[in-house]
């Protein structure tokens, strides 16, 4: 029997209360609802299930599953869904430029549904890159009693005795292109690479973000890394229905755990698992969302004093399965409280804090993923941001797995990924050489794309170290070799970016956090007094008014002003 609330409880707003909402309540009568049922408090589901990926195939049935824990916890489920853009699909082509803006429409979307029918609480289920942020953001924006359920990783494929993910298949793009494998090693790999349901299953953008969830306290504990295919997923949605309830018992809200601590505790997650650099877009837009502010150098500053923990691929050996295996998100976490580099005291949707979370897992010391912090993989974050002449409101770059932390050359300059992709896989790009993609801003994109495409073919074809990669776009997850991205101001906006030239010296140096432009101050001031701003490619439609709205980078490329105030006040239950 579910749990009776009670009616006198229930918001002003609520559409049991009052003569003037029968109309409403018609609509509930009609999709076979009772009257004891419509004065439930009325739960979102949000899930982000489609078939447009595997990332997303088991999601709604992840949402379906968690209708019961609702209705055992006294609540009234209420499912919609929203898009998603996958990255893994749109790579290398325009359709990435829509791989972003998603994020804000996924926001968006979500906030429209949750205020339009004034749901009362909410659970998100995400499976892909954009996706998990963008029902986080949602959540920090309507302040709701919230948890996020991601649906899982993809369990790797197999090939050739070893285990692979589709990063495998980008690569092997540029070792063909090298002439270095034959082309039934191409279809062969992309047959095996992704054997079912599931996001990509290295730390790329997915995973990073999962585990961001568990550490900011916005998902259950050690529930994010079950792999997508296992049934046991079904059991944590359900778990997340009922637990959603406690939380609006207890009217405790995602503001109320997402606190600058949390964000710490999250951007530690991110650099200790080597993960992908688009944490550092994505918690600055999620703080944003919460009125806190968060920046990629904050990001930065707290991944300097990371120690790199994870063994994960790109830069290491491990995926999620095998994440999951050694003891999931909870156990890494275990080791960084110990150090002290966590804040306990931040409270989770358990209703506990993040150290009494932690207290009830044992460290598995028979595991070789997840290091001990006091004898990391090395001592630094595996992420870390830069600044200089040529970035001077920052930039990232992935160094885990990198051999060297520094590099100097000539600049080879694009204003395109297409030329960039087509100059690689020509193989004119000579060693030693610092690649330039500009106009690939937030703004001048429009879209921030990712350069899968070409920094895995840059890999492939062995050339992943013996060239540097700069862009004010940015980077997959699954990006590995020594690439610079989010660099600002953007081109679009006349940043120190726009005015290179072929020929012009770089130097990057990640240990002292400095990327600048050895070029004369004269000489740049004489371009830029040339320099004229260009017209991008869309001039209607979500893509346009993106370009006009979004800010930088280094911000979290958001669409809209700050949500320091409480924009829609939900009444206690
Ligand atoms: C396709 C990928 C690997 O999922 C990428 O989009 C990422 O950012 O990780
Ligand atoms: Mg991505």
Aim: hydrophobic content about 40%.
């Amino acid at each position: 029997m579910p749990q009776q609330f009670d009616k006198s409880r229930l918001p002003s707003r609520h559409v049991s209360v009052g003569p003037e909402r029968a109309p409403h309540r018609s609509y509930y009568y009609a999709m076979g609802l009772t009257e004891e049922e419509i004065a439930r408090p009325f739960v979102a589901l949000a899930s982000a299930g489609n078939d447009s990926a595997p990332c997303n195939t088991t999601l709604d049935a992840q949402a379906d599953a968690a209708r019961a824990g609702v209705e055992a916890g006294g609540g009234m489920p209420r499912r919609f869904n929203t898009i998603t853009v996958t990255d893994g699909i749109a790579m290398g082509h325009q359709g990435m430029k829509s791989s972003l803006v998603s994020r804000e429409v996924i926001a968006d979307s979500i906030e429209l549904s949750v205020r339009g029918h004034c749901y009362d609480a909410l659970v998100g289920f995400a499976g892909c890159d954009k996706s998990l942020p963008g029902m986080m953001m949602a959540m920090l924006r309507l302040n709701v009693p919230s948890i996020f359920v991601y649906g899982g990783s993809i369990l790797p494929g197999r090939f050739e005795g070893r285990d692979v993910t589709v990063k495998d298949v980008f690569e092997v793009v540029g070792r063909y292109a090298a002439g270095a494998c034959p082309i039934e090693e191409v279809h062969a790999l992309e047959r095996a690479a992704c054997p079912g349901h599931g996001a990509c299953g290295g730390q790329y953008t997915a995973n990073t973000m999962a585990c961001v969830g568990e550490a900011i306290g916005l998902s259950l504990p050690n529930s994010n890394m079950v792999p997508a295919p296992y049934t046991s997923r079904e059991q944590i949605a359900h778990a997340a229905g009922a637990q959603v309830m406690d939380l609006l018992a207890r009217n405790l809200r995602p503001r109320d755990i997402c606190t600058r601590e949390a964000f710490e505790n999250a951007a530690r997650i991110v650099a200790a698992t080597g993960g992908s650099t688009n944490g550092a877009l994505h918690l600055p837009a999620m703080a944003h969302e919460a009125g806190i502010a968060f920046t990629l150098h904050d990001v930065a500053e707290t991944f300097k004093s990371t120690p790199y923990c994870a063994d994960l691929q790109p830069g290491g050996r491990y995926v999620a399965r095998d994440m999951y295996e050694a003891g999931g998100v909870y156990m890494l976490m275990k080791t960084l409280l110990a150090e002290g580099l966590l804040h306990g005291d931040c409270l989770t949707v358990t209703g506990r804090t993040l150290g009494e979370n932690i207290d009830e897992v044992t460290w598995n010391p028979d595991q070789k993923v997840i290091y001990d912090a006091r004898a990391p993989i090395t001592a630094t974050g595996g992420v870390v941001g830069l600044r200089g002449t040529l970035a001077p409101d920052g930039a990232i770059v992935k160094v885990a797995g990198l051999h060297s932390l520094q590099f100097e050359g000539p600049a080879r300059v694009f204003d395109c990924e297409e030329d960039t992709f087509a100059a690689v896989e020509a193989r004119t790009i000579a060693e030693g050489s610092v690649i330039v993609i500009r106009y690939e801003g937030p703004k001048g994109g429009p879209g921030m794309r990712e350069m899968l495409s070409t920094t895995a073919a840059l890999y492939g074809q062995g050339m992943g170290e013996s060239v540097a990669l700069i862009t004010d776009g940015r980077f997959s997850g699954a990006t590995r070799g020594f690439c610079i991205g989010h660099v600002g101001p953007e081109a679009a906006d006349g940043g120190p970016i726009a005015l290179v030239e072929d020929g012009d010296p770089i130097r990057i140096d990640a240990e002292a956090g400095t990327i600048d432009l050895l070029v004369d101050a004269a000489v740049l001031a004489e371009r830029r007094a040339r320099w004229q701003p260009r017209r991008n490619d869309y001039q209607s439609g979500a893509l346009w008014r993106y370009a006009q709205n979004v800010g930088p980078a280094w911000a979290g490329a958001v669409t809209h002003p700050g949500g320091a105030s409480e924009t829609h006040v939900y009444a206690d239950i």
